[in-house]
């Protein structure tokens, strides 16, 4: 009898813990990086969170990454969004124009401390309509070059920073060390992520050109104009003449050592190996023909209107990106705000870097940089460039052509 | 044509046959020893028929970035619940269609056969909103219900009732004289002989379910629920690089286990698959 | 005096009303199936064709024929019927005549055949995706494929990145998949054949060719015919391969139907659309089938 008593005990006792789960409210994130680095600072941050907010838990979905707006899309289709959202500078207009973000100028002003007015309003402008904020810029990140100088060395030729300080960092010279070094058996220079896929990462080459997919207000394509058709020509012949760049369908990766040089963000410094490191450099990209110039990759953070709890989700998000956490992801995501961007908060959130690698790289290019190019409809466009690039992609490509041809079909999906 | 060969037209036949089986067999044997080989080995050629040097860290890694056995479990329990729920529906649909007469069957067969016409592909769309309408979306009843009972089942249906057409009747007749139910006598005399049959169906039906790519991928979003052939391409780094090694080793995970049953039991495959009435 | 015709009255649970409602409830779960699961779909597939679904926005309009004319303005679509044609006509083409191939040569009485038999036929029971994944490995510019060309001194082409490789790639990586499927059902229609014919034409001194050419070949037509039908229709629902090692690339190239219409319903997010190629599937699917099944008659030999 008393074993019962006991047991019935035990039970009501496991029910009414259940019933406490069972109240709990569980926030979802999804986000692209699946990076250990990233992941911990993440949990961290969200354990601060629930520290002040009992019962609530947040879960951070790595979903993959060249697939990541698709997934999350079909996600919202099937009636399964996430409470809050990555979102791809590129995509941002999809998203901010829909109404299928909560609006967070409101809960960001009324967070304690947040100081919403030490945010760069610049950075703001992709994610905003009608004087509202729908998504908030956690990563202002300006595309570098990373640099492995024991290839170069190896090579016999100058490191970018000797070049640097000749005046001589180019895209010419660029390409030149980048082929040396792809003559001894590694590759030379890897545009991260582009893969002869994800093609908006030409980016951060073609704007040396000052070219561009389309005009600034979005409706005219100008993939043919001579700006781009020089930057392509550029590139193919880097590719298949000098071959600086892999070519389609040969993999290498810049962090584990088989490359000269990387294009990529300085949140990847994340990657660099930490054991048997290279010696490594981060530098502004080179200049191109149309002079010095910066590319800028944003990341905001958006909260979904269906959610459940998404005034609870924008609260998080507030309390992400305060003054303290903002210096903390500052380790790998440069913050928006004014008073963080300064060479000595950001040397301390990332170790990895050095002043001058900050100054150069990081704040010298949040300053001028552009941000990669966006469109509504992107999926759309996006797919139909990839698919008529491909016939640039081959030794014997007639470039200008191939962009004529592509200009004549995404002009339609432009216009819409 | 079943003449004795001449030893020398033998010779020929077997340096055909030994030339012909390389595409058939080398991917599988690449697979299998390139996930055992260190990445840097893989692409190195004259590829090593057996590694020279073994790393299973591929094999480790599978299950640690991804819930690899959840997905295991998920692909085996869908084929399996899928399987049997397939031979009991169109073993009950294909034996009434071929013994039974009731009023308008010629009519409902050809319903029924509709399905043959219109591949699951033509309605995925509809189907993804039902499923969402019912809060079925991420969840793995789409995989379980449409090829029970939706199109992918009218193919075992027809190759149950071509069987039962075939089969004679004395047995049944004699069965229903002693006053026998309709479900006893399908259940104990014609289901038992249609065993052969049934293999056939089976096989067919856990290949299909085992291999769905299209409706996994667009109905389930989150790793967890994932099915195997979704999960296979997901290995990729951070940033979306495929991880080759790991990739491998989960593709030999998926593909071996199967492929051993096979090569057990060859012989049941091989019949079973000519019974399915197509030989016309 | 009235006649008791009571006592004549047959029960009302005739053995033939039994038997009709057991067949009901037989066939009953299936049946629910298919309308829930194929024709209420159908219908469904042609309400939404005449509307564009907005997910992000979440709403769902009326555009009429809207979709309709952009399938006839489409400029890709040509294109990807012309891959879908390719791919179905080589799949279909290579996949037969290399399944009877192989099934008259596994057919032959000698020594371990069966071994050959389960070899080739071992690709079918291999995961689809990792088969494919494999072959992707195998084809790549500097995959081992290319390796043994080079070994024997011819310079292997970069095979998925041009449209003509990257075609053949995708069609021979599918019929080496599935090609044993068909080369069982071929065996099994090779061995119905009566041994007395071939005796008789031996007898009549008939060569080996036209043996086959007069007796199995008629013989065996309506396996063929079955055969292709099956292996058509699957040809135009292929997805997965195209998937992992093309995704439709380079260009258009591979893009057939089925990716297309996945692209446009589940990347676009054009469900609308996509559901207007699925119409069109249906009906390309239908046609074939018709056409397939008038050509019996003039090209399949019945005994009876």
Redesign the interface.
Known sequence: MKRLTHLLAAATLLASAGLAGAADVNLRMTIW???KSHLDLFNAIAADFEKTHPGVGVTF??????SYT??L????????APDLAWIFETSAP??VA???LAPLTETLKAAPGYDLDDVNPATLELWSTGGEIYAYPFSTSPFGVFVNNDLIKAAGKPTPAELIAEGKWTWDSAVDLAAAVAANGKAGLIV??F?Y??WDNLATIWNGWGAAPWSADGRTCTMADQPMADAMAFIHDAIFEKKAMP?????A?FFAGDAAMTITQIS?AS?LPKENPFDWDLVPLPAGPAGKYAVIGQAGIGVFA?SKNAALAAEFLAFMTNPDNAAKLAAYFPPPRKSQLTTDILAKANPLLTAEQIDTVVIDGIATGKVKPGHT?L??IH??V???L??A??PDADVPATLAAICR?IEPLLAR | MKTELSPRLKLVLYGLLCVLAVPFVFPTWWMVTSSMKPVSDIFAFPPALIPTTYDFSSYADVFRLQPFARQYFNSAYIAAVVTAGTMLVASFSGYAFARIRFPGHNALFLVVLTGLLIPSEVTIVPLFRMFLKWGMINTHWPLILVPIFGAPSVFATFVMRQFFIALPGELEEAARVDGLSRLKIFWTIALPLARPALAAVAIFTFLHSWNLYLEPVVYLSNPSVFTLPQALTQYVDAYGGPMWNIQLAAATLTALPVLLVFIVAQKHFVEGLAHTGLKG | MTADDGSYRRPFWTIERRDGVVGLLFVAPQLVGIVLFVLVPLALVFWYSLHEWNVLANTFTFKGAANYRKLLEDPTLPEVLGATALFSAGLVVLNLGLALALALLVNQKLRGIVVFRTLFFSPVVVSLVAWTIVWGFLLQANGTINGFLGALGIEGPNWLRHPTTAMISVVVVQVFKNVGLNMVLFLAALQGVPNELYEAARVDGAPRFKQFRRITLPLISPTILLTSIITVVGSLQVFAQIAVLTQGGPGVSTTVLVYYLYQQAFQFHLFGYGSTLAILLFVIVLTLTVLQWQMRRRLVFYEN
Do not use: H, M
């Open positions: 990086s699946a990076n979905d790595s979903l993959a990454f060249d698709t997934t899309t079909t996600q919202i289709a099937g009636g399964n999809d998203f829909s109404g299928a991260r992520d893969d896929k994800l070519a389609p369908g040969v993999s990766d990847r990657l269906s409809g999926a759309e797919q139909a990839r698919a008529g491909d016939a992609w081959v079909r």
